[in-house]
């Protein structure tokens, strides 16, 4: 089956925990992207990648880390969480970019960071 | 720099009736537009999209978007409510031949009441 798997679905952790949380899709996409979503402030692009070794920032990349050292996988490092990263957080995959196919999303990972 | 605006937090519409829900943007140049639905307890879902040419675009599960570019909107329609359309919806935009950076807006919860 074709999917954006994202693990663990949800984190209870504390400040200044170092976390990972790993992204993987089956479908030989070029494009993958994190997003956070939060009440209010709907859905913020953090990073995204045309492809391997490519990243680039979105809109919220500052507290974040990602790499894209295989085309399967796009983990999302938070080397030191705040409560403020507190969020829904999104993994979703394209086959060539976002503008001429669409997106496919993983089922979210929600963190609490105390 | 690009930005939506979806000016409802929430839609209430009765089964059966049209239903809108808005959103304008702003962005230098042609923009590329789009709208996601986030299905309770769900990941999100591509519905369509607008790149070029008619301003009526067809997507998914019966809905339609015109983009309407002296307004610098792209409304969402549909013209029979289902009780299965009540979600959250999500616009989003991207400028045309730049970065594949995407911002979305804040998102409308859509209640289609019975």
């Known amino acids: 089956e074709a999917q954006v798997t994202q693990n663990p679905r949800y984190l209870i952790t504390v400040t200044g925990k170092k976390l990972t949380v790993t992204c993987s899709q089956n479908?030989?996409?070029?494009?993958m992207s994190w997003y956070r979503q939060d009440p209010g402030l709907g859905l913020r692009q953090i990073y995204y990648s045309m492809n391997v070794e490519v990243t680039d920032k979105g809109d919220v990349p500052e507290g974040y880390k990602v790499s894209r050292k295989e085309k399967r996988n796009f983990p999302l490092i938070l080397e030191s969480p705040s409560p403020n990263q507190t969020s829904l957080y999104f993994c979703?995959?394209?086959?060539?970019?976002?503008?001429?196919?669409?997106?496919?999303f993983g089922p979210g990972t929600r963190l609490t960071v105390l | 720099a690009q930005s939506v605006a979806q000016p409802e937090d929430q839609v209430n519409v009765a089964e059966g009736n049209p239903l809108t829900v808005k959103c304008t943007y702003s962005?230098?140049?042609?923009?590329?537009l789009f709208w996601y639905v986030q299905y309770p307890n769900r990941g999100l879902q591509f519905l369509l999209k607008?790149?070029?040419?008619?301003?009526l675009v067809k997507g998914s599960y019966g809905f339609e978007a015109e983009f309407n570019k002296s307004q610098t909107s792209f409304h969402l329609k549909k013209p029979s409510a289902l009780v299965s359309d009540s979600a959250l919806y999500f616009c989003a935009v991207m400028r045309m031949n730049r970065d594949d950076k995407i911002i979305f807006g804040k998102g409308t919860r859509l209640h289609i009441l019975p």
């Open positions: 607008y790149i070029t040419g008619d301003n």
């Open positions: 479908m030989n996409h070029e494009y």
């Open positions: 962005v230098s140049g042609n923009p590329y």
């Open positions: 979703a995959s394209s086959s060539t970019g976002v503008r001429n196919n669409e997106q496919f």
